[in-house]
Each structure stands twice: as structure tokens, then as C-alpha cells.
């Protein structure tokens, strides 16, 4: 049972998945961030542009 707790093989990918998901997270919140301000930015646009044609 010792040898089970200190064999280490397999730990460098279990740390590679962890790091993977973590990035995926952080990549899917700056996704949704960017995509909000830009709807933003769109919709600001639309409506100066709509004040201009009256």
C-alpha cells in the first residue's frame, strides 16, 4: 500500500489536465468579456448612427 501512495507516474499529466482546464476557463470568461464589450461598442454605433438619419 505504501508503494501506492508514493508511485508518482501518471502525476505529470493529471497536473497537464488541471493546468489545461484552467486555461479553458479563463479562455472561455475573456471570451465572453470581449464578446459583450463589442456588442457594446455595436450597439452604440447603432444608435448614433440611427440619431444621425432623423
Not at 25 to 32: R, V
Amino acid at each position: 500500500m505504501r508503494s501506492f501512495w508514493h508511485d508518482e507516474t501518471g502525476t505529470a499529466a493529471v497536473e497537464y489536465a488541471l493546468l489545461l482546464a484552467v486555461l479553458v476557463l479563463a479562455s472561455l470568461s475573456a471570451w465572453t468579456a470581449l464578446g459583450r464589450a463589442v456588442e457594446q461598442t455595436v450597439n452604440a454605433s447603432v444608435e448614433t448612427i440611427g440619431m444621425g438619419q432623423n
